[in-house]
């Protein structure tokens, strides 16, 4: 299995822009997870999905964010409009259950400037 | 609620020292505990996990002991190498809610 995949692995957008992250969970897990890292708050859950539908948004800092799971293999995390304070690296992370732990993609590198 | 405590770092160790990152934790019931470590520019990946008390968890050489009469889950490695630098997450899923607790990182540099 080639594992989470994300992409872009880097963007660079400027204030105002939409912004759309996109995540492919590995095949058979029922549970999707995003993520946002940052050096002053650290790892901090946004969101996440159990077959698809979303669980838990309270992690989502505001309206101007948004996420989608519209199939088992495909996740969308959009901002809109997006603002310097956004920039983070953004995760997402997928599992079977919860004991055999995530596995975490390589993340997207968010500057908004 | 449930959270992750961990020493801050960062740790800076010469090659072939012994190595303790310390993890304790509060969770109702009886969780599961993690470590994860991230590399430089990439995402976290699980090293280790125990899943009930006196557990211990192992891998790659490190090593965690489900210990719950001190709610601890301390990360342990007999001789570290420069390549084991890295951020280390100590981590906890308890309860009937899918998702897991993590500690704010410990930054682990090894100098040859």
């Known amino acids: 299995d080639a594992g989470v995949i994300q992409s872009p692995r880097h963007e660079v957008t400027e204030m105002g822009q939409e912004v759309t992250l996109r995540c492919k969970p590995i095949s058979g897990h029922d549970y999707l997870f995003w993520y946002r890292q940052t050096m002053m708050r650290g790892l901090e859950l946004l969101i996440y999905?159990?077959?698809?539908?979303?669980?838990?948004d309270s992690g989502m800092p505001e309206d101007r964010f948004s996420a989608k799971m519209p199939n088992a293999s495909f996740s969308t995390l959009k901002i809109q409009p997006s603002e310097p304070r956004d920039s983070a690296v953004y995760f997402c992370?997928?599992?079977?259950?919860?004991?055999?732990?995530?596995?975490f993609g390589s993340g997207t590198r968010l500057t908004v400037v | 609620g449930d959270s992750v405590t961990q020493m801050e770092g960062p740790v800076t160790l010469s090659e072939e020292a012994f190595l303790t990152i310390n993890c304790t934790y509060t969770?109702?019931?009886?969780?599961?505990l993690f470590w994860y470590v991230q590399y430089p520019g990439e995402g976290l990946q699980l090293l280790l996990k125990a899943t009930k008390a006196d557990d211990k968890g192992s891998n790659k050489g490190f090593e965690a002991t489900y210990r719950k009469e001190t709610t601890s889950f301390h990360l342990e490695k007999g001789s570290v190498q420069v390549s084991d630098s890295a951020v280390y997450f100590c981590a906890l899923h308890s309860g009937g809610y899918q998702k897991v607790t993590f500690g704010i990182g410990t930054k682990l540099q090894v100098i040859p």
């Open positions: 992370a997928s599992s079977f259950g919860a004991t055999d732990g995530y596995t």
């Open positions: 969770a109702t019931g009886y969780p599961s």
């Open positions: 999905f159990n077959n698809n539908v979303p669980i838990d």
